[in-house]
C-alpha cells in the first residue's frame, strides 16, 4: 500500500469558509443571522461579531487539527490560523480580544507535572481521564502542557515552571465513591491501593496522591 506524504503546513487549505464553518456548528444560528448583518455593514469582525469566546476558537483549533491528520499541524499553529480565520492579526490578538462566557464557569485547576510518563500512567491508565488537548511551544518541545476531562472534572498538567506547586491538594464531589474505589482497585496501580475514610470531613472521602505529591481527593458529600 502506498503511503500517503505528509502535506506541509503551507499546502493547507485555511479559507475562511473551512474554519469559520468549524466554528460555526458551536454557534446557534440567531447568532449567525446578527453575525451576518453586521459583517456586511463592515461594523465588526468575526469573532467579536459572533460573540464567540475563548473556548470556541481553542475548540475549533482542535477540530481544525482532527480534519488535517496528514499535516505536521500543530496545537500552535493552528491556534494562529484560527486567529487569522476570524480577522485577528494573531493568536496573542484574539485571546486578548475574545471575551470568555459571561460570569463565572468552574475553575480548572492547574497541578504540576515533572514526567510526562508517569503522568500518562497516574491520570490516563489509572484514573481514566481522556486527553482534551496538549500543548507545546515550538521553541520547547520537551515542555508538556495538557488539559484531562473525567464527566465534569477538568484538570490541566504542566511540567511549565511556576504553573502549580507539587505538593498540592484537590478535593473532587463524586457520586458513588464505593463504585470509583472498587473501578480504581480492579484497574490496578503498583505505587497505591487507596482506600475509603467513611468519617472525613464533607463524606466518604478517596484520596490519591499522583506521582507528583498532589493530592485528590474523592468525597461523595453526606446530604
Not at 26 to 47: D, Y
Request: with cysteine; proline share 5%.
Amino acid at each position: 500500500m502506498t503511503r500517503r506524504p505528509r502535506r506541509d503546513i503551507g499546502q493547507v487549505n485555511t479559507s475562511r469558509s473551512v474554519t469559520i464553518a468549524l466554528i460555526y456548528e458551536q454557534r446557534c444560528l440567531q447568532q449567525l443571522s446578527n453575525a451576518g448583518t453586521e459583517l456586511h455593514t463592515g461594523t465588526g469582525n468575526v469573532g467579536e461579531v459572533m460573540d464567540l469566546t475563548l473556548d470556541d476558537a481553542k475548540r475549533a483549533a482542535r477540530v481544525l487539527r482532527d480534519q488535517l491528520p496528514d499535516t505536521a499541524l500543530t496545537h500552535s499553529k493552528a491556534l494562529e490560523i484560527v486567529a487569522q480565520q476570524l480577522g485577528f492579526r494573531d493568536w496573542n490578538t484574539a485571546a486578548s480580544r475574545l471575551a470568555y462566557r459571561r460570569g463565572m464557569s468552574a475553575p480548572v485547576p492547574v497541578l504540576r507535572s515533572l514526567d510526562e510518563a508517569r503522568a500518562r500512567e497516574f491520570y490516563i491508565d489509572y484514573l481514566h481521564f481522556s486527553v482534551e488537548w496538549e500543548h507545546r511551544f515550538d521553541y520547547a518541545q520537551s515542555i508538556l502542557y495538557m488539559r484531562l476531562r473525567r464527566d465534569q472534572f477538568v484538570l490541566d498538567l504542566s511540567e511549565h515552571h511556576g504553573d502549580g506547586t507539587p505538593g498540592s491538594t484537590l478535593w473532587v464531589p463524586v457520586g458513588d465513591v464505593t463504585a470509583l474505589h472498587k473501578e480504581l482497585h480492579a484497574t490496578g496501580y503498583g505505587r497505591m491501593s487507596p482506600g475509603i475514610e467513611v468519617d472525613s470531613p464533607g463524606g466518604p472521602t478517596m484520596e490519591v496522591i499522583d506521582p507528583f505529591s498532589n493530592t485528590i481527593r474523592f468525597c461523595q458529600p453526606t446530604p
